[in-house]
């Protein structure tokens, strides 16, 4: 009778010492879903968007570029009607770039927890949640703001060039 009991205490304590592994591994696997479901959400909600917006600005300062050529080009062949068109919408482009830098710093202050009393994005970034970042982090969005700002800079910088450039252009046509 004393093996038969040995037997089943062995078997019972195999039971439990796998009922107790299943449990563990099972809160463990749970443990490392949420992480891989935060790292997941915060793909969707900070850098996907912040790479559309980057987009969007490349794509508006390529096609403002091409609107001034174009216009330019155009002028001095005389077709001034197909000109101002091109000017108007080269302007439009350049509002549109910059309202996308704007909504580039805002997404990018946000997540430093930096909350500008000018509020320029137009877009509404509400779903960019405020999460934990490692210093390492910080410091590579704390870089992104600072290029995202020179960019605004240099934005800034062209339009005025170009608003000297069409004045000259116009002269030396019309003069």
Request: glycine fraction near 6%; charged fraction near 30%.
């Amino acid at each position: 009778m004393v093996n038969f009991y040995s037997i089943f205490v062995r078997i019972l304590f195999l039971v439990f010492l796998l009922i107790f592994s299943i449990v563990l591994l099972s809160g463990l696997g749970a443990f490392s879903l949420g992480k891989v479901g935060r790292q997941i959400q915060d793909i969707d909600n900070f850098q996907i968007p912040l790479l559309e917006h980057t987009t969007k600005i490349t794509e508006y300062q390529l096609l403002q570029e091409v609107k001034l050529m174009t216009g330019a080009f155009e002028l001095e062949v005389g077709q001034e009607d197909f000109y101002q068109d091109n000017i108007k919408q080269m302007a439009k482009y350049g509002l549109k770039a910059s309202e996308e830098i704007y909504a580039v710093e805002a997404i990018l202050r946000k997540r430093l927890g930096i909350y500008d009393g000018e509020n320029r994005s137009t877009h509404n970034d509400n779903e960019h949640d405020q999460v934990e970042l490692s210093e390492e982090e910080r410091d590579k969005v704390k870089e992104m703001l600072k290029m995202a700002e020179l960019i605004e800079k240099e934005h800034d910088d062209f339009e005025r060039l170009t608003q000297q450039f069409l004045v000259a252009l116009e002269r030396s046509v019309v003069g």
